[in-house]
């Protein structure tokens, strides 16, 4: 009998890669802190009608690429793994009377998202994504500061060659009327568009502009922009927008082509993208969605965020980073049953007073103990044989220098200080 593999479009995160990840997690998530982001973990899965309501059945993430069930209950319910973060983030606000609370709300989730799509690089069908939302703001400011936040995390993660393309996707006055100058202006071209284009044209035009395609791109080249269609409320948001990030000194470039997949946006749209990804460019993508509340059943409430695909993330830092090292201070080897057994009482009271340790447990000779203790990265050996279980002492050996001393055991833990100072300072070099 065969082994079971995973499933496609998934994949394992071995020890060798989730440094990477750790990294990130740490940066973002220190940068969050320092901004008054507030963390929400809403479940992984939520009942069908609110991605449909909230996404919009005419989208392609609902139409082709959910993960749909029914459960056990009586009746069946239909039941999804969410696609995205802001539906799920949504209703907990709603459900659980944030928007009562005074003043804006700043929210941030992380985790994975489920779509079944065409699986390749930086695309799986489960993805890990971090988003934030930032609730109960109209101002301009809220979409600038979603932006900043976003920029701060990939130039702390040391990422280059990033491009912040910005465009206004209008209010639901505006929207209407460029809609129907698109498609009065593609209809004519309809044979020669792609056939999810095609598809498009009757039920979401504007992802049409999104096409990758060429046919199609050569087409919608000399469409009519929405920029030609903003309402004067519209275009004095997206000014504001486009001053305070030039204040902030966020260089950008506006993309009147660039529309979200997802139908709730309004006003500002905005996506950070690289060009070493190939096809799969975006990293960071987002906008405001004033209405988006309302229409999941809570009261008006303006918001705006953004989600950014990890996995994407990873690979940018792959190409230019070797992979981060974990701290290990002390390898700690032994031989011998009451040598093991004080190794083991060892391990655990250095650990307690705050230093990282591994305990070799194969029970191989010391030849093979020292050189897993010279792979293992650690700045120190601590040896326990026979000799030094009898004498409850520990052979103490810096790895780098070869130096080394014998050591009584509450020495060694009445010295932390000094030994941790030794530690820090090796474990930066």
Not at 302 to 327: A, C, D, S, T, Y
Not at 381 to 388: A, I, K, M, S, W
């Amino acid at each position: 009998m065969g082994f079971i593999q995973a499933l496609r479009g998934t994949r394992d995160i071995l020890p060798e890669e989730i440094g990477y990840w750790q990294k990130v997690e740490a940066i973002a998530f220190s940068i969050l802190d320092k901004a008054a982001y507030q963390e929400i973990r809403p479940p992984i899965f939520e009942r069908t009608e609110l991605f449909e309501r909230g996404i919009g059945e005419a989208t392609d993430v609902v139409g082709k690429e959910m993960y749909t069930f029914n459960d056990r209950a009586t009746p069946p319910r239909s039941i999804t793994l969410r696609p995205e973060g802001t539906a799920g983030v949504l209703r907990a606000f709603i459900q659980n009377n944030l928007y009562a609370t005074s003043g804006v709300q700043r929210l941030w989730y992380a985790g994975p998202m489920f779509r079944y799509e065409n699986p390749q690089a930086g695309r799986q069908r489960q993805f890990h994504q971090l988003g934030v939302e930032v609730l109960g703001s109209s101002d301009p400011r809220a979409d600038v500061e979603a932006i900043a936040i976003a920029t701060d995390i990939l130039q702390a993660l040391g990422l280059k060659d990033l491009q912040l393309n910005i465009n206004s996707v209008g209010n639901t006055e505006d929207r209407p009327r460029y809609r129907q100058a698109l498609v009065d202006y593609l209809t004519p071209y309809k044979d020669q568009l792609d056939p999810d284009s095609q598809d498009r044209l009757t039920r979401n035009p504007l992802r049409i502009l999104d096409s990758k395609n060429e046919q199609t791109q050569k087409i919608v080249a000399d469409a009519p922009s929405i920029l030609d269609y903003l309402s004067t409320d519209s275009h004095d948001h997206f000014e504001k927008v486009q001053q305070r990030l030039s204040e902030l000194g966020i260089s950008y470039q506006l993309n009147p082509r660039l529309v979200r997949g997802l139908d709730y946006y309004t006003y500002t749209a905005f996506e950070i993208q690289s060009d070493h990804l190939g096809a799969q460019a975006t990293v960071c993508a987002g906008g405001r969605y004033d209405n988006l509340v309302a229409q999941l059943g809570g009261p008006q409430t303006p918001g705006v965020g953004w989600g950014m695909g990890l996995e994407r993330l990873i690979l940018l830092l792959q190409k230019r980073l070797e992979p981060p090292r974990p701290r290990l201070d002390f390898y700690l080897v032994s031989r011998g049953e009451i040598a093991e057994a004080q190794a083991l009482v060892l391990s655990q009271k250095l650990r307690h007073v705050g230093f990282s340790v591994e305990l070799d447990l194969s029970g191989s000779g010391f030849k093979a103990q020292f050189k897993r203790a010279d792979r293992s990265g650690a700045v120190a050996c601590l040896v326990l044989g026979d000799t030094e279980a009898q004498n409850q002492t520990v052979n103490l050996k810096w790895l780098k220098s070869g130096e080394q001393q014998a050591i009584a055991q509450t020495d060694l833990l009445e010295k932390t200080d000094e030994l941790r100072q030794q530690c820090d300072a090796l474990n930066k070099q």
